[in-house]
């Protein structure tokens, strides 16, 4: 049942503090506020949290929010408090005064959103205290963890459908990476192969920048990127728990606030460094895949693979913590030929059914087919998620197109040394026969005797590893593990070897390392100093607050801040995620910050509509009430309307002395002096 609410668009506004929904946002609020069982996937950092944070605040009853990690629960909670609004969380973490506040608030019905883990489900318990708390909707973030084939799968996920059914309520699933199986088996799930109401608002993260490289000294490649963004909060993701550990130490030594976050630490050492990640500005985690979902940062300013990804759902869903806040954000891929043949090598090791098998190799290659992409990269990226893209401008590729060349020749070489050598050996041994070298493993195998020794002089060693990387990565070829990694050729690339087909490789990638898009600036230099005394300001009040930097305001908003540079509560009303909370709470301090003095002191009813139409109303007819306050001829008896009357008349905006005479402050005696007055004001107002 739908609370009866004047204006959603104003409730967006003096809550969460903007002025209009992103695309796609306003459809989804409206069915899940209506009580429909919803399936939405939008890009991270498309707003997914708002299309059932702002429902639940138009439904009766408390919203109950199925969230992955306690990081990520915490963080939501604190923001939604931040802006005025009844939320808590029930985890592991809490403290016990947290846990009894949340009590309380679900036994005194004030309690809007209550945050759980998946894991909880288990326990019969909360099935009982969920049934009497008057729960009127499920949310399920981070929805494919349903799946029991990806890489974030929760078994506790699947007690969701059979929750939905006891409660007997509607349930909104939102996720960010789920290709069409993946959606399949979350209806199964969670909806009984009901169909919901679904919406698929596309992948494209704009704002995000592209790259990848190959691996030249990636130590020195991860330092070098991390140089060019000296002091922007980021993450580097490792394949390995040591590697987090050697990159953390390089980077500090290069002057870095660096640290490491893998499984094997301890909890407590594991929660430390998610707390000042959350808390400092400018700290770089180096960190295996465990620290994903729990990454709930906005202000995230590049993410690096220091190895390539294990899929390309994972490496979306990895970079997509970068910039959710809509401001730029830089991200690179490092690869090579050993990742992946150490990927390759995952999959035909696990445990996995032959199709599962197939079906990761199939996105694996999906992956490789980015990482040697010959046009635009994000067009690559969102065809394999079935959205249209034309070429963004924001890749590396699309600033510098890569060089190509007809190798179908070089390729019919590479195939015949393998086959020639028994497909027994890799790459190092067959470009070894390839450029004629002359050792002891080739005289003793007699392989320089072969037809194919010495044919592949057209290229040195450094340019024949390009060429069997690029051959691994469109499938021509793969890694046997039964064979110690020795190459086997797959079936696509027969067609090559008979010459009934032709191939075309990328020539940058095999003489020269490719040149990175340059670092784009968060505002012009002349913005730059402010936006720096405006951080400083955040990092302040966050530390007196005891909460991340990024509650108070995101980068986004600063930079807003600092390029429109508002002078008054009402210029600042207007800044994207500046609501009426935070206004209240924070307005003064970063206007005086932008101006240079002390704001000025403001009635908190005129403060409360600031930035809205109804302010300019409130301040026109404050001005008529001043003049009229001793009558016409200014020797009548001293009369006046208070801030609060004043404040109603201009949000409800009776359209006569008869309307007026009923708001509460009003009397036929005030209706006499001012109705007059403050009628026309309204007239004017349209």
């Known amino acids: 049942m739908l609370v009866e609410h004047p204006d959603t668009s104003a409730l967006l506004k003096s809550t969460f503090g903007f002025d209009a929904f992103r695309p796609g946002q306003a459809e989804i609020v409206e069915a899940v506020a209506s009580g429909k069982n919803v399936l939405a996937i939008m890009p991270t950092g498309g707003g997914k949290s708002l299309c059932f944070q702002l429902p639940a605040l138009l439904r009766d009853g408390v919203t109950v929010v199925i969230s992955p990690l306690i990081a990520l629960m915490r963080d939501q909670v604190r923001g939604l408090r931040e802006a005025g609004v009844e939320a808590g969380a029930l985890t592991s973490g809490n403290t016990p005064e947290e846990t009894d506040a949340v009590w309380a608030g679900l036994e005194a019905g004030t309690l809007k959103l209550l945050y759980i883990a998946p894991e909880r489900l288990a326990s019969s318990g909360t099935e009982r205290m969920l049934s009497r708390a008057g729960v009127s909707m499920i949310a399920v973030d981070e929805a494919h963890c349903v799946s029991q084939w990806g890489h974030d799968f929760r078994p506790d996920y699947l007690r969701l459908?059979?929750?939905?059914?006891?409660?007997?309520?509607?349930?909104?699933?939102?996720?960010?990476?789920?290709?069409?199986?993946?959606?399949?088996?979350?209806?199964?799930?969670?909806?009984?192969?009901?169909?919901?109401?679904?919406?698929?608002?596309?992948?494209?993260?704009?704002?995000?920048?592209?790259?990848?490289?190959?691996?030249?000294?990636?130590?020195?490649?991860?330092?070098?990127?991390?140089?060019?963004?000296?002091?922007?909060?980021?993450?580097?993701?490792?394949?390995?728990?040591?590697?987090?550990?050697?990159?953390?130490?390089?980077?500090?030594?290069?002057?870095?606030?660096?640290?490491?976050?893998?499984?094997?630490?301890?909890?407590?050492?594991?929660?430390?460094?998610?707390?000042?990640?959350?808390?400092?500005?400018?700290?770089?985690?180096?960190?295996?895949?465990?620290?994903?979902?729990?990454?709930?940062?906005?202000?995230?300013?590049?993410?690096?693979?220091?190895?390539?990804?294990?899929?390309?759902?994972?490496?979306?869903?990895?970079?997509?913590?970068?910039?959710?806040?809509?401001?730029?954000?830089?991200?690179?891929?490092?690869?090579?030929?050993?990742?992946?043949?150490?990927?390759?090598?995952?999959?035909?090791e696990g445990l996995a059914p032959p199709e599962r098998k197939s079906a990761d190799h199939a996105r694996l290659n999906a992956l490789l087919g980015l990482a040697e992409a010959q046009g635009c990269r994000r067009e690559v990226l969102l065809g394999y998620f079935g959205d249209d893209a034309s070429d963004c401008g924001n890749c590396d590729l699309c600033e510098k197109p890569p060089e190509l060349f007809d190798a179908s020749v070089a390729v019919q070489?590479?195939?015949?040394?393998?086959?020639?050598?028994?497909?027994?050996?890799?790459?190092?041994?067959?470009?070894?026969?390839?450029?004629?070298?002359?050792?002891?493993?080739?005289?003793?195998?007699?392989?320089?005797?072969?037809?194919?020794?010495?044919?592949?002089?057209?290229?040195?060693?450094?340019?024949?590893?390009?060429?069997?990387?690029?051959?691994?990565?469109?499938?021509?070829?793969?890694?046997?593990?039964?064979?110690?990694?020795?190459?086997?050729?797959?079936?696509?690339?027969?067609?090559?070897?008979?010459?009934?087909?032709?191939?075309?490789?990328?020539?940058?990638?095999?003489?020269?390392?490719?040149?990175?898009?340059?670092?784009?600036?968060?505002?012009?230099?002349?913005?730059?100093?402010?936006?720096?005394?405006?951080?400083?300001?955040?990092?302040?009040?966050?530390?007196?607050?005891?909460?991340?930097?990024?509650?108070?305001?995101?980068?986004?908003?600063?930079?807003?801040?600092?390029?429109?540079?508002?002078?008054?509560?009402?210029?600042?009303?207007?800044?994207?995620?500046v609501g009426a909370t935070k206004l209240d709470r924070y307005g003064d301090a970063f206007l005086t910050v932008i101006t240079g003095e002390a704001a000025e002191a403001v009635h908190p009813m005129r403060r409360a509509i600031a930035g809205r139409g109804e302010a300019e109303i409130f301040d026109r007819l404050m001005e008529a009430q001043q003049d009229l306050m001793r009558g016409d001829d200014g020797t009548g008896k001293y009369l006046s309307v208070t801030h609060s009357t004043l404040r109603k008349i201009a949000e409800r905006k009776p359209g006569s002395l008869g309307d007026m005479a009923r708001i509460a402050g009003m009397g036929d005696q005030k209706v006499d002096r001012f109705g007059e007055a403050f009628l026309e004001i309204l007239r004017e107002a349209g």
């Open 161 to 348: 459908g059979a929750l939905r059914r006891t409660l007997n309520v509607p349930l909104a699933a939102f996720t960010a990476t789920a290709d069409a199986e993946t959606r399949a088996e979350i209806c199964h799930r969670l909806f009984d192969d009901e169909p919901p109401e679904t919406f698929l608002h596309g992948f494209d993260r704009p704002n995000l920048t592209l790259a990848f490289e190959v691996k030249n000294q990636p130590r020195q490649q991860i330092l070098s990127f991390a140089a060019a963004r000296k002091g922007q909060s980021g993450i580097v993701y490792t394949g390995t728990r040591a590697k987090t550990e050697t990159l953390a130490q390089a980077l500090r030594q290069d002057g870095h606030n660096a640290c490491h976050y893998h499984a094997g630490m301890d909890v407590d050492d594991r929660r430390i460094v998610e707390h000042r990640f959350n808390t400092e500005d400018g700290l770089i985690v180096c960190a295996t895949v465990a620290f994903g979902m729990g990454v709930d940062k906005p202000d995230i300013r590049w993410v690096a693979h220091a190895d390539l990804p294990k899929s390309i759902e994972g490496y979306y869903q990895e970079i997509g913590r970068a910039g959710r806040d809509g401001a730029p954000a830089d991200t690179l891929t490092l690869y090579g030929p050993d990742d992946i043949r150490f990927r390759r090598q995952q999959i035909d």
């Open 413 to 577: 070489k590479a195939l015949s040394v393998i086959l020639r050598t028994g497909e027994s050996f890799g790459a190092g041994h067959l470009i070894d026969v390839l450029i004629g070298a002359q050792n002891d493993k080739i005289r003793q195998r007699g392989h320089d005797r072969l037809p194919t020794y010495g044919i592949g002089t057209e290229f040195d060693k450094r340019g024949w590893q390009a060429v069997f990387r690029q051959m691994m990565g469109r499938d021509l070829i793969r890694p046997d593990p039964e064979r110690h990694g020795a190459f086997r050729m797959t079936p696509a690339a027969r067609p090559i070897l008979r010459g009934e087909a032709g191939i075309t490789l990328r020539k940058d990638t095999i003489t020269k390392a490719p040149r990175r898009p340059a670092v784009k600036a968060l505002v012009s230099e002349e913005d730059a100093p402010l936006l720096s005394a405006l951080k400083a300001k955040r990092r302040a009040l966050a530390e007196e607050a005891r909460v991340p930097a990024y509650v108070i305001f995101t980068d986004k908003t600063l930079i807003e801040m600092a390029e429109t540079r508002p002078m008054t509560l009402d210029d600042m009303a207007r800044i994207s995620g």
